[in-house]
């Protein structure tokens, strides 16, 4: 089910059962599975590929050639840079058929997920963490956090804005992001906002 305001080009596929919110973008080349539930004011890139059992929130961007397989959870206002990739098996192999073991993988609100990088199943990607271009995540990425590298490892912590935080990896302190005036306390190794923008 397609909503009249949802704009699909005309080389996308877009799977009978698949739903797509108010004000959506399916791009070139798009295929949609039927079970996909995608929201309002979404855009699909080119050559982007939706499984069957996947939930994605509203005011999501998925950038061109990213694959988003079944049992993955992208919440509102996630971005997904291009050429990312997420898995769904641990193990897999060509011969052994394994899609009653799919992990799930969970993308919090707000979380970007930089170019080339990959997010292995079974985590979650915490509020408004920022995963770095080409980092490979294989475990969990708190509410945040700003990881890099291969693999994917904590250097820093990110306001929901954008704006890498004055802050330690740990211990205490109060930051005010200089963009948008919301203020952020540390408290051990958890960021939490103290007050959202003015």
Not at 140 to 145: G, L, M, T
Request: proline share 4%; net charge neutral.
């Amino acid at each position: 089910m397609t909503d009249g305001t949802a704009q699909v080009h005309p080389t996308a596929i877009v799977d009978a059962g698949a739903s797509i919110g108010a004000g959506t973008r399916v791009w070139h080349w798009v295929h949609v599975c039927a079970g996909a539930v995608i929201g309002e004011r979404c855009s699909l890139g080119q050559n982007v590929f939706v499984g069957n059992r996947v939930r994605i929130g509203h005011n999501v961007k998925i950038q061109n050639s990213v694959s988003v397989y079944d049992n993955v959870t992208l919440e509102d206002d996630v971005f997904c840079g291009p050429s990312m990739v997420f898995t769904n098996v641990i193990n897999p192999r060509s011969a052994v058929s394994r899609k009653d073991e799919y992990l799930d993988t969970v993308v919090r609100r707000g979380a970007t997920l930089g170019a080339n990088c990959t997010v292995v199943c079974g985590v979650t990607v915490g509020e408004h963490a920022f995963v770095g271009a080409g980092a490979v995540v294989t475990k969990d990425v708190p509410d945040f956090a700003l990881v890099v590298g291969v693999p994917a490892r904590q250097v820093g912590w990110m306001s929901a804005h954008g704006e890498r935080m004055g802050l330690p990896l740990s211990g205490s302190g109060t930051w005010t992001c200089p963009a948008s005036g919301a203020r952020y306390s540390l408290d051990g190794s958890m960021v939490r906002v103290l007050q959202a923008r003015a």
